[in-house]
């Protein structure tokens, strides 16, 4: 018994001898881990290198963890940071601070329904970042990518406050709509008013038909995928952007005076041998100018101002592991250089990303703008800076004999001062709001399944108050005239697709399948009233004194679009890469026999660098060959019933000495319409040289565009407007360059960057002779001679 009680006291000190040398093995390091701004990363990985021994830092970027005697590194990750190996020392808190990983923070790039490393990229895209889209005080994002890619072009239609700009990617694709299609964090728009450049996080252009082929029937003009600013874990983070400036026109046209303009215009009479009465007024305003050497009016300065500019943005982001949010508020104001020409923009968005579990992610975020913009008459004959440089100086902008605006006696054009001053009555109101959710579930270790639905809402208030006035019976308005019209249009969009990513080996292997629906609808009205009183508080249609208020609207429009598409990527050893893409589409823009359509895809890529014979060429770090073929299609040039033969009312007739209103065709029809279909090729490198310092990419693109919508001619007494036929076609080519360097001088960075473009565009066709059977036997309400003279007038056109 004595034996026993001694062997069970010897194993007890044996085992608490076991449990003291575990714990003195064992010791625990604490710390944090930040930026090279200082600021702490939550999510941070570190892990004892060669164990599974590991932790992540807490939502303010602290951690704890547990280490074994014998730890000798302890490695630091972080997405965008440059992975650091941190030596274990006798110390037991840690300040630990990564860097930024450049090179890294350009491998993923947003493509169609997903995103991929950009070594392993096939297709044409380029990539701007988020700093580059604020380095321009505007609202508008597309001004903001001006001149930063190559093959995009980027025009402002006008230089008012808030003017649109037009955007083409690899030239001209048709002689209709040539506008690319917008993809904001997967929500597929032809608007992005929306957004302020300071939302955006990220900009992708996708310019070949194998970047392209996935949206199919859209996706002929290129796309350009947007992704927004999202929250992150962490602390509450406020950031605060602004600026204000002044504008100027920077050259203004140097004009005659009075006296000069007087001068000369008599010595054009006289060459003339036109005999001007010397008591006629005319002649008095020109000789009393030569006479007083009058320096006159300079309507540049009667119509310019100097004008303003502000931008102020701020942004609340933070979150935890489970949730993650953002909020940015963005006003914009600017008042133009031409007078009464203003734009408020005011920019509200929020979005909420959730983490349910480890399998099951979701989110939701929300956008909305208000607009008010005060718009300018631009037109090319009759605008305000048009007859600011036609009309003479002799006239005063306003005249104190007459307590009224000068009236241009001599060149007969319309007060330039009066004209900018009835802008202000020109308002217009737009609010548009858009919202998106989306949950993405991932299982079977290799699967993910995306469901998301958004929605864009647009209502646009537009009113025009046109004021009663009399200079002389030349330049009047007898009456007063409003004018209001309202619009609102609803999209909204719903998307499901599956995704598979996996690596046998050497080999990786990707898929995706899905399905998406759209639907847009349209709807406005205009009525126009006169007689309404200049009090800003009484112009409504309701004051006007006249009884009688005109509608003028056009017809509302429904369309919707089905589509079916799936991606397939193959990659060996991440040397050689396929890609294939198909997209099935119907649309109901076209009628049954046209409705659907297929859009292939196919692209090669080739890392050249990985190659053996590459490894002692050390100037080049990079060299990637792209090869690519694809179809994409435009429905976007078709009207949504072009395919009917339309009618209108407003045609009264008198049948028994009564008044009848009657309807009559107004453009005939063409059921065999289909879409236009964009055929283009592309080959490509990309390389980076001197450790990725400095990078070319360069491009060869061939598009030729077959069955382009065009209105053929016919003659008058057909009686209706000709139809819609695909009877055309294009080509461009061309080649794009763009060269970057980019280095760093201790904390010092900069970027350098240049790009070239030549394209061609070239209209092959107007009209083909294989449409013109087909148009002489589906123009419905025409005679048989009428169709073969139709047919004739065709043949000799083309």
């Known amino acids: 018994m004595n034996r026993f009680k001694f062997y069970l006291f010897f194993s007890g000190l044996m085992l608490l001898g076991c449990f003291g040398t575990l714990f003195a093995q064992n010791r625990t390091i604490s710390g944090t881990v930040a930026d090279e701004k200082g600021e702490l990363l939550p999510g941070v990985s570190l892990s004892i290198k060669g164990t599974t021994l590991g932790t992540n830092t807490n939502v303010e970027g602290r951690f704890t963890l547990s280490i074994p005697a014998n730890a000798t590194t302890l490695v630091v990750s972080f997405v965008g940071m440059q992975t650091q190996e941190i ?26 329904y997903g995103s991929a490393r950009k070594s392993d990229l096939t297709g044409s895209v380029a990539s701007i970042k988020s700093e580059q889209l604020t380095q321009i005080a505007t609202p508008n994002v597309t001004q903001a990518i001006q001149g930063r890619v190559a093959g995009v072009d980027v025009t402002a239609n006008s230089g008012e406050p808030g003017g649109a700009s037009r955007i083409r990617i690899r030239g001209v694709g048709t002689i209709n709509n040539s506008d690319p299609l917008y993809v904001v964090d997967g929500f597929q728009t032809n608007d992005i008013s929306f957004l302020a450049p300071t939302d955006i996080a990220s900009m992708e252009i996708l310019k070949d038909a194998s970047a392209t082929a996935i949206y199919g029937s859209r996706g002929a003009n290129g796309v350009v995928l947007i992704t927004t600013k999202r929250g992150r874990s962490g602390p509450t983070r406020f950031t605060l952007d602004g600026y204000a400036g002044v504008q100027n026109a920077w050259n203004k046209l140097n004009m005659l005076n009075a006296a000069e303009y007087g001068a000369l215009r008599l010595e054009a009479y006289r060459n003339d041998g036109t005999v001007l009465d010397q008591n006629g007024a005319e002649y008095r305003l020109l000789n009393n100018a030569v006479q007083t050497n009058m320096q006159g009016t300079d309507w540049q300065k009667e119509v310019m101002q100097t004008g303003s500019i502000q931008n102020y943005s701020l942004n609340v982001l933070g979150g935890t592991d489970k949730s993650r949010y953002s909020l940015t508020g963005t006003y914009f104001g600017q008042d133009g250089i031409v007078k009464n020409s203003s734009l408020r923009k005011y920019f509200l968005r929020f979005n909420n990303d959730y983490t349910f579990n480890n399998w099951l992610t979701g989110g939701i975020s929300g956008a909305f703008s208000r607009t008010n913009k005060t718009f300018t008459n631009n037109d090319l004959f009759s605008g305000v ?11 005063p902008a306003w005249n104190p004999e007459t307590n009224n605006w000068g009236r241009t006696i001599v060149s007969q054009e319309n007060n330039p001062a009066r004209a900018a001053n009835e802008m202000s009555g020109n ?27 958004g929605v864009n809402y647009k ?93 003028t609207t056009t017809p509302p429009s429904d369309e919707s679009l089905l589509s079916f ?29 046209n409705r659907w359509g297929i859009f292939p895809a196919f692209a090669f890529g ?64 063409n059921p065999n319409l289909k879409w236009e279909t964009t055929t283009s090729s592309n080959i490509g490198i990309d390389a980076d040289f001197f450790n990725h310092s ?74 083909e002779v294989r449409v013109l059977n087909r148009l002489t036997s589906s123009v419905t309400g025409v005679t048989l001679p009428v169709r073969r ?6 043949t000799s056109t083309g």
């Open 789 to 794: 003279w139709v047919a004739k007038s065709l």
């Open 87 to 112: 030596p274990v020392t006798n110390e037991s808190t840690y300040t630990i601070v990564l860097q930024s990983d450049s090179k890294s923070l350009d491998e993923v790039v947003v493509i169609g």
């Open 565 to 593: 598409f799936g991606r397939a990527n193959y990659s060996y050893n991440e040397k050689y890469m396929l890609t294939a893409t198909l997209r099935y589409d119907g649309s109901s823009r076209f009628l049954k026999g």
């Open 459 to 551: 209502n646009v208030h537009n009113k025009q108050y046109l004021p009663e006035f009399f200079l002389d019976i030349k330049e009047l308005r007898p009456n007063s005239q409003l004018t209001e019209y309202r619009s609102e249009q609803t999209q909204w969009v719903s998307s499901t697709y599956l995704t598979y990513d996996n690596d046998f080996g050497k080999h990786h292997v990707g898929g995706m399948i899905g399905t998406e629906a759209q639907r847009s609808t349209f709807d406005n009205i205009g009525m126009t009233a006169y007689n309404v009183p200049n009090n800003t508080d009484l112009r409504y249609l309701s004051s006007s004194r006249n009884p009688n208020v005109i509608p």
């Open 694 to 767: 400095l990078s070319l990419t360069a491009d060869y693109f061939i598009k030729n565009t077959a069955d382009m919508i065009v209105r053929v001619p016919v003659p008058v007494f057909i009686g209706v407007g000709p139809p819609y036929v695909n009877a055309g076609s294009m080509r461009n080519n061309g080649i794009e360059l763009a060269l970057n360097y980019r280095n760093e001088i201790g904390a010092f960075r900069y970027d350098l960057g240049v790009n070239f473009t030549k394209i061609k565009n070239e209209v092959t066709s107007l009209v």
């Open 427 to 453: 308002k217009g109101y737009e609010s548009l709001l858009n919202a998106n959710a989306y949950v993405e579930a991932s299982f079977l270790k290799h699967f993910k399944l995306r469901s998301q639905f």
């Open 385 to 395: 800076l048009t007859t600011a440089l036609r009309a003479e100086p002799i006239t």
């Open 606 to 669: 080739w890392n050249v660098t990985d190659e053996p014979f590459m490894a002692n060429i050390k100037a080049i770090s990079n060299l990637k060959v792209r090869a690519g073929w694809g179809q994409v299609g435009n429905q976007n040039s078709a009207n949504n019933y072009g395919y009917v033969t339309t009618i209108s009312g407003g045609n009264r007739y008198v049948f028994g000495d009564q008044i009848v209103e009657g309807f009559a065709p107004t453009m005939a029809s």
